[in-house]
């Protein structure tokens, strides 16, 4: 397990500052999960050997390929596990500006500067089924992501929209337990914004328009660009309230956040100041 996190600008893993060094006998296989918990996205690849995706956010991949000279974005909140053949000059998983080592004793384990080219995981692996069909939806979503001037619990400012609304204007998602849910997700707010959606993962239809032909890429936390476009999908089988929000933290406390309601299910808790709690 390889936790990620900056503390006054310095990433460290597992709380620790510095590269770090897991002995492993060469032809061992390796899995590393990586976990970021910083507010935004990073970049992770391998230096010295190819590696494999095997799962994202906990959910597998089918028929992960070799990855050679590519790197992968992990947003915030992300998790990816990655799998290395441990050659005999070993290999690094490697983030802007540290690393870890699977290498054999006294083996001091190749480095190289981040890839240009990053791994598309829209294409990536091999397709399978994915248990429900999102061609015929029972509930269909906008959910634009935008900025704007306005009051946030009376204060004036510079804040996150969504459907253009500012928080508590903005949608209150309603599904039903059973129900194939579809949200079109957009961002023109000038930011990148890592969404993730509590109680659920979401399949991945399309970027941009272009549908997907790899394996099916289920995230709970789906990294967003600014301009880009995402339709994704899933079944509503986990009754309850549930948060909707950017993983930027910041972001979420300046108004990028709603709720996915299930049919007939209550809450004694308020959104605002007034309820006494404070956002994230």
């Given at each position: 397990m390889v936790l990620v996190h900056a503390y006054d600008g310095?990433?460290?893993?597992?709380?620790?500052?510095?590269d770090q060094v897991v002995s492993a006998p060469s032809g061992s296989r390796v899995r590393v999960r990586l976990v970021n918990t910083d507010s935004g996205p990073t970049q992770v690849w391998v230096s010295g050997?190819?590696?494999r995706i095997l799962a994202i956010d906990g959910e597998d991949l089918f028929g992960p390929s070799q990855v050679t000279g590519r790197?992968?974005?992990?947003?915030?909140?992300?998790r990816a596990d990655l799998e290395v053949v441990v050659p005999p000059g070993g290999a690094r998983v490697q983030l802007p500006g540290i690393s870890i080592a699977v290498a054999p004793s006294e083996v001091d384990a190749p480095s190289t500067s981040a890839p240009r080219d990053e791994v598309d995981l829209l294409g990536y692996g091999t397709a399978a089924p994915l248990g429900f069909d999102p061609r015929k939806p029972d509930r269909v979503f906008d959910y634009r992501i935008g900025r704007r001037v306005g009051l946030l619990d009376g204060r004036p400012g510079l804040w996150w929209t969504i459907n253009g609304g500012?928080?508590?204007d903005v949608p209150m998602y309603v599904v039903r337990e059973g129900d194939v849910v579809v949200f079109r997700i957009t961002n023109d707010s000038g930011d990148v914004h890592p969404m993730h959606l509590h109680g659920h993962h979401a399949t991945i239809l399309s970027r941009n328009g272009i549908g997907?032909?790899?394996s099916p890429w289920r995230v709970d936390s789906l990294n967003v660009r600014d301009g880009e476009s995402f339709e994704v999908a899933f079944v509503a089988d986990n009754p309850g309230v549930w948060m909707d929000h950017c993983h930027n933290l910041p972001h979420a406390r300046e108004g990028l956040m709603t709720h996915l309601m299930y049919e007939g299910v209550t809450t004694p808790f308020l959104l605002g100041t007034d309820s006494g709690n404070e956002p994230e």
């Open positions: 310095r990433r460290t893993i597992n709380g620790r500052s510095g050997a190819a590696y790197s992968l974005t992990l947003t915030a909140g992300a500012i928080v508590p997907s032909t790899g």
